[in-house]
């Protein structure tokens, strides 16, 4: 069983900053892909930034410039440094990640989400 748990979430005023973090654990040989979405109140999931194992980078451009995604490949982990964050950001913040399981050269790939963490804006 593979599982992702992010944390880091809160309520911060309008220009403050929030690190997220997201760590995978069970029986993980490998993890490719993985990236944050966020679902603002009454709005659809949306894709925020993702980091390929080998640290390429993607970012919606709402947040260019703000957000900083990274992750330590040795500790299954990703984090997501969010600065300059405007209440428009409030969101419910989801990891994913693309996890591969079982065999070493042969795993079993899955799409993995986490619960989500609340992140608040306000003053």
């Known amino acids: 069983q593979v599982q992702v748990a992010e944390s880091g979430g809160g309520l911060v005023q309008p220009g403050g900053s929030l690190r997220l973090s997201c760590v995978a654990s069970?029986?993980?040989?490998?993890?490719?892909?993985m990236g944050w979405y966020r679902r603002a109140p009454g709005k659809e999931r949306e894709f925020v930034a993702s980091i390929t194992a080998g640290g390429r980078t993607k970012y919606t451009s709402s947040v260019e410039g703000r957000f900083t995604i990274s992750r330590d490949n040795g500790r299954n982990t990703m984090y997501l440094q969010m600065n300059g964050l405007q209440p428009k950001d409030t969101a419910v913040f989801y990891c994913h990640a693309q996890v591969g399981s079982g065999a070493y050269f042969f795993p079993d790939w899955n799409d993995v989400w986490g619960q989500g963490t609340q992140v608040t804006i306000a003053s």
């Open positions: 069970g029986s993980i040989v490998n993890i490719r892909d």
